[in-house]
């Protein structure tokens, strides 16, 4: 089992910035995914951002230029630098790992991210 632990999220106003952090613990392999999905009230999960054990990232759309997605392996930890936040961005965002030989997911619990003025 793999157990993740976020922190960082809050309240922001407009343009701020705000990071991410998503811990991992537990039977951790070594090739895996890595990322951040979000959900707004009323509207549909987006996935936002991915990091892969070979340091590929891609980041959705709507987010490019504003957030970046780093890892610290010593730490087991994978980030989500937010920059230029919008209202738009206000959601719980969830960590997940998955462990690319078995296909297992963790979740992490979800922490919300409001910005608001």
């Known amino acids: 089992q793999v157990q993740l632990v976020e922190s960082g999220g809050g309240l922001v106003q407009p343009g701020g910035s705000l990071r991410l952090s998503c811990a991992a613990s537990?039977?951790?392999?070594?090739?895996?995914?890595m990322g951040w999905y979000r959900q707004a009230p009323g509207k549909q999960r987006e996935l936002v951002a991915t990091i892969t054990s070979a340091d590929s990232t891609n980041l959705a759309d709507s987010v490019k230029g504003r957030f970046t997605i780093s890892r610290d392996n010593a730490k087991n930890t994978v980030y989500l630098q937010m920059n230029g936040l919008k209202p738009e961005d206000t959601a719980v965002y969830y960590c997940?790992?998955?462990?690319?030989?078995?296909?297992?997911?963790?979740w992490g619990q979800g922490t919300q991210v409001t910005v608001s003025s």
């Open positions: 537990g039977s951790i392999n070594s090739i895996y995914v």
């Open positions: 997940y790992r998955q462990n690319r030989i078995s296909g297992y997911v963790a």
